[in-house]
């Protein structure tokens, strides 16, 4: 069974941090978003991963290549983004032999029973309720949990259950059957070629899709559900192994990076460090910084910090009497 990994997205609503390293390579909770998504495959057995890239692809290929040495890869390049169902389609040659695959979107933290998705006996869509389901796909669904009809973000849904971006597929032939339809007749939905819509011509064909609620869903596209990801995350896997604190305070949750240089400082909670920082005078909260950053002399709440930046502040000597009240923007 291969995992396709489509990671072709420029990340624009996380804008100006994807103009220099794709959103999939972001850190949180001491990982980066895609190392979430193939160990989560990996510590469930599978192997075989195909990655279907476009922006920056380079970086990412550089990335998995480096951190998973062991596990079978192809890439695939998608050189105009024109939706999901267009980036299985490009994808097909390294799966079309395939009995059944896995689809995850590159850009989105799950936490489910994997052994039990895998395990259903028939096509399956992740599914959790949403409070708007007009911004995403939406599942209509029999008492069966069989799916009757999909819809890509709706003017006015019927459902509150949205596609999370996890698909189990074991009618190849027949996935490929619809999504050639669609592109050949260009049938797509708001201007692009949806895997909705390849799916929903599989049901009228009278393929049998079910539903699998995940635990917990987290779509890493803006700034605020980022760090609000890394917050949920730290509680599980934060870590402060692997960097050097000098005259420091560390307060949990955090993840730490290897090779960081902490000194002076308050760090935490809800921070996630990537590699190679440095951090002097500073004190960080409920932030995420990139690798090789440099910060002193600063106090940071709910900030994204990229790679390689370097920022300081004021430096300041204070002589305050008693019973003095001093705010300091």
């Known amino acids: 069974m291969k995992v396709i990994i489509p990671a072709a997205g420029i990340g624009k609503r996380l804008r100006p941090h994807t103009y220099t390293m794709p959103k999939p390579l972001i850190p949180v909770a001491g990982k980066t978003i895609i190392a979430f998504i193939i160990d989560k495959f990996v ?34 390049k998608q050189p105009k983004r024109l939706g999901l169902g267009h980036a299985i ?21 799950l936490e489910l029973d994997v052994a039990a998705f895998l395990n259903s006996s028939s096509s399956c869509l992740g599914i959790r309720k949403v409070n708007d389901p007009r911004l995403f796909g939406v599942v209509e669904y029999d008492e069966g949990g069989v799916v009757t009809r999909l819809v890509e973000k709706p003017k006015i849904p019927k459902s509150n259950q949205a596609i999370v971006g996890l698909y189990k597929i074991n009618d190849i032939p027949l996935l490929l059957e619809c999504l050639e339809y669609n592109i050949s007749n260009k049938v797509k ?95 960080l909260s409920d932030s995420i910084v990139g690798n090789y950053a440099n910060i002193k002399d600063l106090i940071l709440d709910k900030s994204l910090i990229g790679n390689d930046v370097v920022i300081s502040g004021k430096r300041q000597t204070l002589n305050i009497g008693d019973n003095n009240q001093l705010e300091l923007g």
Not at 89 to 109: C, N, P, Q, S, Y
Request: one cysteine or more; charged letters at 25%.
């Open 189 to 283: 939905t708001h201007g692009e070629y949806h895997l909705t819509d390849g799916l929903m011509g599989m049901i009228t064909k009278g393929h049998k899709i079910t539903t699998f609620e995940v635990v917990n869903w987290y779509d890493c596209g803006q700034k605020e559900i980022l760090l609000e990801t890394n917050k949920v995350l730290l509680k599980r896997y934060g870590n402060t192994e692997q960097h050097q604190i000098k005259d420091s305070i560390i307060i949990p949750p955090v993840a730490i990076g290897e090779d960081c240089e902490i000194r002076h400082s308050i760090i935490g909670p809800n921070v996630t460090i990537a590699n190679n920082a440095e951090i002097h005078n500073s004190i």
């Open 89 to 109: 389609w490009t994808a097909r040659a390294a799966f079309k032999d395939d009995e059944e695959i896995i689809v995850m979107l590159g850009d989105t933290i």
């Open 43 to 76: 510590d469930a057995g599978l192997d075989d991963f195909v990655f279907v890239l476009g922006y920056m692809s380079e970086q990412i290929e550089e990335y998995v290549d480096q951190h998973y040495p062991n596990i079978k890869k192809t890439y695939v």
